[in-house]
């Protein structure tokens, strides 16, 4: 394992007081982000931009993957009032784009799909002109609870497949390459009108060939969007870090979604699952999500 960083992995320090008054704002709404509970690099930009990622049903997983900074535990109770929440703090903070994800519920019968739902909902309702992007996780493979959320009229759906599916046993224990595909063709085919979006991170011991194979597939299955980053452990808890990937690799990464027909592909050091969402999804300037 190399653990010296690159010098194409240097992040830039957040403008002063910025990410106190964004963390503090938060905080007071009672709202989590994933950006601050993935650990993510990228946390200090988008705070300095007022930009987060909504992380609704708590801040503890049911799961425990190899590569995810959000805590293992027992998870809360589902909080009605959390959808509200997230629309009031979207509008305060004056945004138009605004992207939504969660911790994984296996304890919920829905695995969460109604919350997504409800926050979809108002947050339409408290900005009219907002557009949703959610990330889900997989709902144990139940597609009604998926049709509830889709139901919602999320402007894209997100659901990440992360690796490739050699992988799996270990960046991903309870999950399931073949169910993330089948979850992102049903969305497809549920809801022709939406985006379909999905990710992966790279640097956990894959081959370009497995990549390749993962961006055709994910193309099959009905996706539009594409994002993919750099791996960076969050934590020593964490899956270590097999290979820093060059910058060249990702530009290469991004032609080769192009040739397939992706309809936008991201790709680089720091790109993440909402990394410039607005931008990524056509819509223009991402103003509520930066790169988390």
Wanted: aromatic content about 8%; glycine content about 8%; charged content about 25%.
């Amino acid at each position: 394992m190399n653990r010296r960083l690159p010098e194409w992995l240097t992040v830039k320090a957040p403008k002063r007081g910025m990410y106190e008054e964004m963390a503090g704002f938060l905080k007071a709404m009672g709202l989590h982000t994933v950006c601050q509970s993935a650990s993510c690099p990228n946390i200090g930009e988008c705070f300095s931009r007022r930009t987060a990622t909504f992380m609704i049903l708590g801040n503890a997983c049911t799961r425990d993957c190899g590569f995810c900074g959000v805590r293992h535990g027992r998870p809360v109770t589902v909080d009605p009032e959390e959808p509200r929440r997230v629309a009031e703090a979207a509008a305060r903070l004056g945004l138009r784009y605004v992207v939504v994800t969660s911790v994984t519920r296996d304890d919920l019968d829905d695995g969460g799909a109604s919350q997504f739902a409800e926050t979809v909902r108002h947050v339409k309702a408290r900005i009219p002109s907002a557009m949703v992007e959610i990330l889900i996780p997989d709902f144990g493979g139940n597609w009604d609870a998926l049709e509830q959320v889709l139901e919602s009229a999320p402007f894209v759906l997100n659901h990440n497949v992360e690796t490739v599916p050699r992988l799996y046993p270990v960046v991903r224990p309870g999950a399931s390459y073949d169910r993330s595909l089948e979850l992102l063709e049903t969305a497809r085919r549920l809801r022709p009108s939406i985006y379909v979006k999905s990710g992966l991170m790279v640097g956990l011991g894959e081959e370009k060939v497995e990549v390749v194979e993962v961006l055709g597939a994910l193309r099959r299955a009905g996706c539009d969007i594409v994002t993919i980053g750099q791996y960076l452990q969050p934590s020593r808890t964490n899956l270590p870090v097999v290979e820093y990937i060059p910058p060249a690799r990702f530009e290469e990464y991004e032609q080769i979604g192009r040739r397939m027909g992706f309809r936008q592909i991201a790709a680089g050091p720091f790109v993440r699952s909402s990394y410039h969402a607005a931008e990524i999804s056509g819509v223009g300037r991402a103003v509520s999500s930066g790169p988390t």
